[in-house]
């Protein structure tokens, strides 16, 4: 851990993380105005001034507040998300290297479709049939996106079962589930740890990316996304409503990506730079 | 050589079935086509549904219309949009040169920077201009592609006014959007091209060709890029379909004609054939892509034939 406060990687990373953390959890203390709240006056009002610190977007409504709540949306999205992921990947992926067979084949064809298919026009065909909405992104996220930890753990789950210290314990009589768990499970988390760290970075973008295009999160919630398309449409006259929002987005996923590179150079010295 | 070309092709078939599977499936899961095509209008008798189902062929089973698409897929034949009547084959050729011609110009551009960036860092290792790169392809890397595209917008466009801000009016259109994918792009890259090269640097063949007095600049490029690149050619054919993925997105933001708006398009009016008809041509140029990198390294390192 002292190490870990002298790596500038780490440091910046979980300030920065913390930072956007704090925002979501006590925005309505921290945000100076009502994010919602439309004001005549404001409309369009310029940054760097008392009342409006950031400005205001077109129908005069505060964007500092409306970025300080539009936290709670980029870290549930990017939280939830992967967590899922992640949970359903790992145990598909451990029972499928732990036995192989037919679980195993279709999991390795599905991770081939998984790969040459991008998940925006994924994202775009589930989403043109059940609608927009946070929690559908998250779902089409799970949905999509498990199969990236299956395939890591599956990998793991192989190398892992043919070492001696798991030979021994199923030698000794040790239940399948055992060996899985306690095991196999707990030396295979590594690499899971790294992708979801990265994991949480990109679909911050992602759910961002299809916000902006109207695909993702409700447009009444403030969202990063949702802001910076309404500040495409504006550009010409206030630059200020599109690139507040797109700096919190980069911060944040900034905060993730430095602290999975943190995580990958120090659980994996071969990757390391 | 032929062996394994003939697996990746046949594993290629398989990524298409399982793609196009899945999308007549999601799509067909959105409700009736015929109630559709009503949409606005006054509400149609069921006489009138049970003709648009049978000319559509949507009262057939799922498998049955799923093979008939298959095979008009063959023919080139996508089907017909239900918003404009006209062949959603015709749509899709119409665009496709937008949507390629600016993934190809990005994938361009990201190599033209990410290539001397790279090797400037791992020649540099652990000096400032290594730390530099390090840094900024990291913030780049954290860059929402649309965000990037704006503020480009913004600088170049809004301000300096040296661009065309949007739309598709000759070359000068295409710096923008290609600039925007492609330096997000060349971030990831940069990176790997540091990496790789740092592996190759310290091989014995190139420690014997730096004993033999070859000059370094000739030491790198010609004897350790080539093999560096290698890890980078599979790797860009692996970005192939993240990179569509940013097209269709930054289309939006520079009102680019391509694909991906012509998809979005398709959503907001439930057309639902030509949703299916773009997303079907992209996933297969994506597959076909993939395919021709395999192959070319393959060809470039001789060890993979036998993997």
């Known amino acids: ?273 | 050589m032929v062996a394994f070309l003939l697996r990746r092709a046949i594993q290629s078939l398989f990524v298409l079935v399982g793609i196009t599977l899945f999308v007549s499936f999601t799509i067909r899961l959105s409700g009736d086509p015929a109630v559709a095509m009503f949409q606005g209008a006054s509400a149609p008798t069921a006489e009138q549904l049970t003709t648009i189902r049978a000319r559509l062929g949507t009262d057939r089973p799922f498998m049955e219309q799923y093979l008939a698409f298959l095979g008009s897929l063959l023919r080139g034949d996508l089907g017909t949009s239900f918003r404009t009547g006209a062949p959603v084959a015709d749509a899709v050729a119409q665009r496709f040169p937008a949507t390629v011609g600016l993934a190809l110009t990005s994938l361009l551009v990201s190599l033209v920077i990410a290539i001397p960036l790279g090797v400037l860092a791992a020649r540099r290792r652990g000096r400032p201009a290594d730390f530099v790169v390090r840094v900024v392809s990291l913030v780049g890397l954290s860059f929402p592609n649309f965000w990037l595209g704006i503020m480009l917008i913004l600088v170049f466009g809004v301000y300096l006014r040296w661009l065309p801000p949007s739309g598709y009016e000759g070359p000068a259109s295409l710096v923008l959007p290609s600039l925007t994918l492609g330096l997000i792009l060349a971030s990831t890259t940069t990176r790997l091209v540091r990496s790789a090269l740092l592996d190759v640097l310290g091989e014995q063949y190139v420690v014997t060709a730096r004993a033999k007095g070859i000059r370094e600049h000739r030491v790198v490029y010609r004897h350790a890029l080539r093999t560096a690149l290698i890890p980078v050619v599979t790797f860009v054919g692996l970005q192939i379909g993240g990179l569509i993925g940013g097209v269709v997105i930054v289309e939006q933001v520079f009102a680019w004609p391509g694909l991906g708006s012509l998809a979005l398009n398709a959503i907001s009016f439930r057309d639902y054939p030509m949703l299916q008809g773009t997303i079907t041509v992209l996933a297969v140029f994506i597959a076909a892509i993939n395919l021709v990198v395999d192959t070319s390294y393959a060809l470039l390192d001789p060890r993979i034939r036998y993997a």
Request: hydrophobic share 55%.
């Open chain 1, 1 to 273: 851990m002292r190490r870990a406060l002298h790596d500038p990687s780490f440091v910046i990373g979980a300030v920065l993380i913390l930072g956007v953390v704090a925002c979501a959890v006590f925005a309505p203390a921290l945000a100076p105005h009502e994010p919602g709240l439309a004001t005549l006056r404001s409309r369009l009002a310029t940054p760097f001034s008392a009342t409006h610190v950031l400005g205001a977007d077109a129908i005069g409504r505060d964007i500092l507040s409306r970025i300080i709540f539009g936290a709670r949306v980029s870290l549930t999205v990017g939280v939830v998300s992967v967590a899922l992921a992640m949970l359903i990947g790992t145990l598909i992926g451990l029972v499928a290297g732990y036995f192989g067979g037919l679980l195993d084949t279709l999991l390795m064809r599905l991770a081939d479709i998984q790969l040459s298919f991008p998940f925006i026009l994924l994202a775009i065909t589930v989403i043109a049939v059940i609608g927009p909405g946070m929690w559908k992104v998250i779902f089409v996220m799970a949905l999509t996106q498990w199969v990236q930890y299956a395939r890591i753990v599956r990998g793991q789950t192989l190398s892992l079962k043919e070492r001696e210290f798991v030979q021994a314990a199923s030698g000794l009589g040790a239940s399948h589930a055992r060996v899985m768990f306690q095991h196999i499970l707990l030396n295979a988390l590594t690499p899971v740890t790294v992708l979801a760290t990265l994991g949480i970075a990109n679909n911050i973008l992602l759910e961002a990316g299809l916000t902006f295009l109207g695909l993702g999160v409700d447009p009444t919630i403030p969202s990063w996304g949702g802001m910076l398309a309404d500040g495409r449409n504006y550009i010409e006259r206030a630059w200020w409503v599109a690139t507040f929002p797109g700096l919190a987005i980069t911060v944040t996923v900034l905060g993730f990506n430095l602290l999975g590179d943190w995580l990958r150079d120090r659980l994996d010295p071969r990757t390391s730079t």
